[in-house]
């Protein structure tokens, strides 16, 4: 007697079933591989911005530590501009402080303070950096 006769078909594929269950663990893992290329995808960019953010502070401190005359540097380096870089628009203000400097001071230096921001950055992303500079 052949089996088909016994009352049970032997398999030849798959059920809808086993076919929907495979499509929804398909799907599910497109779906959470999309969401993680996307929030990749925006910390690459948030990584390149503040990346472009440091270069452009650290241009103004080596600039400015490097400038030939030391009693210019306030009038030289207190400013604020607009950058764009990248396709992204930085602001960066530099402001000079000095410290002592009278005649009868013991101390005299600078404080060089350059702070650049994005819009796409958030608040605490922004960039600050300072330097002391001496007479020389």
Not at 36 to 61: E, P, Y
Request: glycine content about 6%; aromatic content about 6%; hydrophobic content about 40%.
């Amino acid at each position: 007697m052949s089996r088909m006769t016994e009352g049970r078909a032997e398999r030849a594929g798959m059920t809808l079933i086993e076919v929907l269950v495979a499509l929804v663990i398909l799907s599910g893992s497109l779906i959470a591989m999309g969401n993680f290329m996307g929030k990749f995808a925006h910390t690459q960019r948030r990584a390149a911005i503040h990346s472009d953010a440091l270069d452009l502070a650290t241009d103004v401190m080596d600039s400015c530590q490097h400038d030939s005359t030391y009693a210019a540097i306030p009038g030289d380096w207190t400013k604020t501009s607009t950058i764009s870089r990248d396709n992204a628009t930085f602001t960066r203000a530099t402001t000079v402080k000095q410290i002592g400097g009278a005649v009868t001071s013991t101390v005299n230096y600078y404080i060089v303070t350059t702070q650049v921001v994005n819009s796409q950055l958030v608040p605490a992303d922004t960039v600050k950096q300072s330097i002391v500079i001496r007479p020389f």
